[in-house]
């Protein structure tokens, strides 16, 4: 896969199948973590794998609460060792560079998940003393994320970005935006599509409004920021699931 479509593409599954998933796959997640870049190289990190059952219920129940734990068949438990980065960085690298490093480690294992067909999710909101007990994991270690990983029962659609003008500051001369990212939105509207297949089409930012698209199909595409209202949808599949599934569950999530 692209590494520009691993990126477009990748979402936080909290969805998934029952499946096992080869260890040699699961290597290859950490060998992508290892490979991240980390400050003076002092690879401050270091991870617990967890396949089994009774451990992964422990740790939604005493440390996360977050039920899709329970379903996704590995947890990657991603630690700071803490006595990696301090000796050589002080304060900064206690405080900064071991939260960055582990976050570069974390993105890298996300990314390769993507590219082999897997989905996943970052958790951030745990318990860590709960987690160290569960995992009885050595002092010096911190939990800093854990990464859900498994076959995405259901994948959910790209939560809205700002826009990149909103989100940065361009120091200096810039030629007028060519990119795809700030060109003028597309927009269809009042019409016929029914049945249409949108396959690998860039939808960034395309408003789609009062358009029959029953029984339509959007498979690899770029959805960021793509926006459908008052349409027809019924029958309409997204990557193979139901538009309505994947619109619901999105509305869920911005519920202020
Ligand atoms: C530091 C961090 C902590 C996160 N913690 C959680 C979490 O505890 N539970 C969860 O469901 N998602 C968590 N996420 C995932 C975000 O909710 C998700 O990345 C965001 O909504 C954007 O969606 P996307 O990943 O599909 O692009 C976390 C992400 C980050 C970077």
């Given at each position: 896969m692209e590494l520009s479509k691993a990126i477009l593409t990748r979402r936080s599954v909290r969805s998934f199948r029952q499946g096992n998933i080869p260890d040699d796959m699961i290597r290859e997640l950490i060998k992508a973590a290892v490979y991240a870049p980390s400050a003076g190289n002092c690879q401050p990190w270091h991870f617990y794998v967890v396949k089994d059952s009774g451990i992964r219920k422990r740790v939604y129940e005493e440390a996360c609460g977050q039920e899709f734990l329970t379903d996704a068949p590995v947890l990657i438990i991603v630690c700071i060792d803490r006595s990696e980065s301090a000796s050589r960085y002080g304060e900064r690298g206690k405080t900064l560079y071991n939260i960055q490093n582990t976050a570069a480690a974390v993105q890298n294992i996300l990314l390769s998940a993507t590219d082999m067909g897997l989905g996943s999710c970052w958790c951030g909101d745990f318990d860590e003393r709960s987690l160290q007990e569960i995992l009885q994991m050595d002092s010096r270690r911190v939990p800093v994320a854990i990464v859900a990983v498994g076959y995405a029962g259901f994948e959910p659609s790209a939560p809205k970005r700002k826009p990149i003008d909103e989100v940065t500051?361009?120091?200096g001369e810039w030629e007028a935006c060519s990119g795809e990212e700030t060109s003028e939105a597309g927009k269809i509207e009042h019409c016929d599509m029914g049945g249409t297949v949108f396959h690998d089409v860039n939808l960034y930012r395309v408003e789609i409004s009062d358009?029959?698209?029953?029984?339509g199909k959007i498979f690899d595409c770029n959805l960021s920021n793509l926006e459908i209202y008052d349409c027809r949808l019924d029958g309409m599949k997204v990557n193979g699931m139901d538009i309505n599934n994947l619109l619901q569950s999105a509305s869920e999530r911005y519920q202020p």
């Open positions: 500051a361009f120091i358009v029959n698209l029953a029984e």
